[in-house]
């Protein structure tokens, strides 16, 4: 069974800096893509940042100079530093990881729990 473990939300001012973390687990042997998207109170879950299993990354428009997607593949873990943090960049963070193939099976798609991020002006 994998498993996402997300951590490293919390509550900062405008201005501030966070580190998200999202360790995946679970006798993976590969992982593709990985990703952050998060959701803010009515609105759709939106795209952060994506960086693919050989270090190419995109942006939304938004995060572009402020936050930087990194990613270790020997503890098979995403992260996400978000810095000149912004009350509009409050929400509900998701890891999602791409193509897990593990010892029993493989997942095309997979959700961490959610971390919330909130940036107070």
């Known amino acids: 069974q994998v498993q996402l473990v997300e951590s490293g939300g919390g509550s900062v001012h405008a201005g501030g800096s966070l580190t998200l973390s999202c360790a995946a687990s679970?006798?993976?042997?590969?992982?593709?893509?990985m990703g952050w998207y998060r959701q803010a109170p009515g609105k759709q879950r939106e795209l952060v940042a994506r960086?693919?299993?050989?270090?190419?990354?995109n942006y939304a428009d938004s995060v572009k100079g402020r936050f930087t997607i990194s990613r270790d593949n020997a503890k098979n873990t995403v992260y996400l530093q978000m810095n000149s943090l912004k009350p509009e960049d409050t929400a509900v963070y998701y890891c999602?990881?791409?193509?897990?193939?593990?010892?029993?099976?493989?997942?095309?798609?997979?959700w961490g729990q959610g971390t919330q991020v909130t940036v107070s002006s």
């Open positions: 999602n990881v791409e193509n897990i193939i593990h010892s029993t099976g493989y997942l095309k798609s997979y």
């Open positions: 679970g006798s993976i042997l590969s992982i593709g893509a």
């Open positions: 960086i693919t299993s050989g270090g190419s990354t």
